[in-house]
C-alpha cells in the first residue's frame, strides 16, 4: 500500500510535469519560453533572411511589433533605430514587415512574417 506522503509527493510531480509539457515550448535558437507569458514576444521561426524565412513572433502584442522588431535588429546588429527602414508588403497571402539598414558590407534587410497579427485584425 502507498503511503499518504508517497502519494502527494507522486501526484505533485506528475502536476508540475503536465504544466511543462502544457505551457513551455523550445525556441527555434535554443532555450524554451512560456506559452502563457504574453509581456514579450518570442521568436518561433525564420532567420529574417527572406520571405521564405521571415521572423515569425508570437506573444507579442501587435501595437508594439514594430518596437519588438527595431530591439531584435539592435541585439543582432547592433543598429541604432534612427537609420532603418521600414516597409509593409504582402506575398501569396502572407503580410511582412521589413526593415533595411546600412552595414559595412552594403545594406540589410531583415524580413518579419505578421500575418498572425493581421488575421487577428491588429494593427
Not at 499518504?4 to 504544466?19: M, Q, S
Not at 521600414?86 to 559595412?104: C, H, M, Q, Y
Request: glycine content about 8%; hydrophobic content about 40%.
Amino acid at each position: 500500500m502507498i503511503k499518504r506522503p508517497t502519494a502527494v509527493l507522486a501526484c505533485c510531480f506528475a502536476a508540475a510535469f503536465i504544466f511543462l509539457v502544457a505551457f513551455c515550448r523550445p525556441k527555434p535558437d535554443g532555450g524554451f519560453y512560456w506559452t502563457f507569458i504574453t509581456y514579450w514576444p518570442v521568436i518561433t521561426s525564420g532567420d529574417g533572411k527572406s520571405f521564405q524565412t521571415a521572423y515569425i513572433l508570437r506573444k507579442a502584442h501587435a501595437g508594439g511589433l514594430a518596437t519588438v522588431e527595431c530591439g531584435l535588429i539592435h541585439e543582432k546588429f547592433g543598429v541604432e533605430d534612427n537609420v532603418m527602414t521600414f516597409t509593409n508588403a504582402s506575398l501569396d497571402g502572407r503580410a511582412f514587415d521589413i526593415i533595411s539598414f546600412p552595414s559595412s558590407s552594403g545594406t540589410n534587410t531583415v524580413y518579419f512574417d505578421i500575418t498572425y497579427y493581421r488575421q487577428k485584425g491588429e494593427r
